[in-house]
């Protein structure tokens, strides 16, 4: 008797959204610029997405700890080359001589992280004022109040600002050295912790760094 094998090959179609569960991204370019004194603009392309859902961006000043600012949404699926922007506004640590670092983290539909992209921004917007600072700020760290002696008086009143190291003001005046190079700065109403002082004419800006007790 003969016998006579016959074998089956069974084909199945899988959509391609379904070969991939998780999210796969990759990454183009990542541009990094301040445009104006409260704007920077982020540009990023990705190269290949696959079930990406959006994209989440995040600050930090320390690129170790980052805050989420915002969220992008993705294109899904994509194997051609995709440019994304977007503007951060809310800018008050370009008041502050710090670095900026910022991350895009793309999420997968399913809420999973597929990978990121860090980067960071070197700003510049210290100019010299139109006098020297002879002792910077004392004393350092100060309890109720602080004094910043000039080496010369000034005709005009110079804008003094106190920031929290996030950018945040906490205290303003405007100080008069028209006829004392010294000036004495009250701070009893501010909190213990680490600050910057900020001093300003027009656009000339000098920054030093206080700590209260």
Same mark, same amino acid.
Do not use: C
């Given at each position: 008797?003969? /016998?006579?094998? /016959?074998?089956?090959?069974?084909?199945?179609?899988?959509?391609?959204?379904?070969? *991939?569960?998780?999210?796969?991204? %990759? #990454?183009?370019?990542?541009?990094?610029?301040?445009?104006?004194?409260?704007? +920077?603009?982020? @540009? #990023?392309?990705?190269?290949?997405?696959? $079930? &990406?859902?959006? =994209?989440?961006?995040?600050?930090?000043?320390?690129?170790?700890?980052?805050?989420?600012?915002?969220?992008?949404?993705?294109?899904?699926?994509?194997?051609?080359?995709?440019?994304?922007? =977007?503007?951060?506004?809310?800018?008050?640590?370009?008041?502050?001589?710090?670095?900026?670092?910022?991350?895009?983290?793309?999420?997968?539909?399913?809420?999973?992280? *597929?990978?990121?992209?860090?980067? &960071?921004? $070197?700003?510049?917007?210290?100019?010299?004022?139109? #006098?020297?600072?002879? *002792?910077?700020? !004392?004393? $350092?760290?100060?309890?109720?109040?602080?004094?910043?002696?000039?080496? @010369?008086? /000034?005709?005009?009143?110079? @804008?003094?600002?106190?920031?929290?190291?996030?950018?945040?003001?906490?205290?303003?005046? !405007? +100080?008069?050295?028209?006829?004392?190079?010294?000036?004495?700065?009250?701070?009893?109403?501010?909190?213990?912790?680490? !600050?910057?002082?900020?001093?300003? !004419?027009?656009?000339?800006?000098?920054?030093?760094?206080?700590? %209260?007790?």
């Amino acid at each position: 008797m003969l /016998f006579t094998r /016959f074998s089956a090959v069974l084909i199945l179609y899988i959509p391609f959204t379904s070969i *991939a569960q998780q999210a796969v991204v %990759k #990454w183009g370019d990542f541009f990094i610029q301040q445009k104006t004194d409260s704007a +920077i603009l982020l @540009k #990023w392309t990705t190269q290949l997405e696959v $079930n &990406s859902n959006q =994209f989440v961006v995040e600050r930090s000043i320390d690129g170790n700890t980052f805050t989420k600012i915002d969220s992008i949404k993705s294109s899904g699926n994509s194997l051609s080359r995709i440019s994304y922007s =977007f503007i951060d506004n809310d800018t008050n640590l370009l008041k502050l001589p710090v670095k900026l670092f910022y991350k895009i983290s793309a999420i997968g539909m399913k809420g999973e992280t *597929a990978n990121q992209l860090v980067g &960071s921004l $070197n700003h510049n917007q210290l100019f010299s004022l139109p #006098w020297n600072i002879e *002792a910077p700020l !004392y004393p $350092n760290p100060f309890k109720s109040y602080f004094r910043i002696k000039f080496t @010369k008086t /000034f005709p005009y009143p110079i @804008k003094l600002s106190i920031l929290s190291l996030v950018g945040a003001i906490v205290q303003e005046e !405007y +100080i008069d050295i028209s006829q004392n190079s010294l000036t004495e700065v009250n701070t009893l109403n501010l909190p213990s912790g680490s !600050y910057v002082i900020r001093l300003q !004419y027009e656009n000339a800006v000098q920054f030093l760094r206080a700590v %209260k007790n």
